[in-house]
């Protein structure tokens, strides 16, 4: 069972930057089609940010288009969450997932960023 681990998360200023990491237990290319970040603020449904998939597509919601670059590296089978220009209302918890199909997709435990004004 692949796994995936969050770290980066923490407590930064308004205008600041956060670069969020996710590593998996085992190949991200073998095991997943799309790679992704979601996040969850308090009392909010989870909410999709950006994806990557195998052949590098990036999608990203409009509130975070031109701040943050979601990368891979399948090499290290690490997936970046680079965010900048961060506001008050990115706070949330942000989960790394892995999603090979309808059937089969895999989370994280999530990292918390916080942003204070």
């Known amino acids: 069972q692949v796994q995936l681990v969050e770290s980066g998360g923490g407590l930064v200023q308004v205008g600041g930057s956060l670069r969020l990491s996710c590593a998996a237990s085992?190949?991200?290319?073998?095991?997943?089609?799309?790679m992704a970040w979601y996040r969850q603020a308090p009392g909010k449904q989870r909410e999709l940010v950006a994806t990557i998939s195998s052949g590098g597509m990036t999608t990203y919601t409009d509130s975070v288009k031109g701040r943050f670059t979601i990368s891979k590296d399948n090499a290290k089978n690490m997936v970046h969450l680079q965010m900048n220009n961060l506001k008050p209302e990115d706070t949330a918890t942000y989960y790394c997932?892995?999603?090979?199909?309808?059937?089969?997709?895999?989370w994280g435990q999530g990292t918390l960023v916080t942003v204070s004004s």
């Open positions: 997932n892995g999603k090979r199909n309808a059937w089969f997709e895999v």
């Open positions: 085992n190949s991200i290319g073998d095991n997943f089609y799309t």
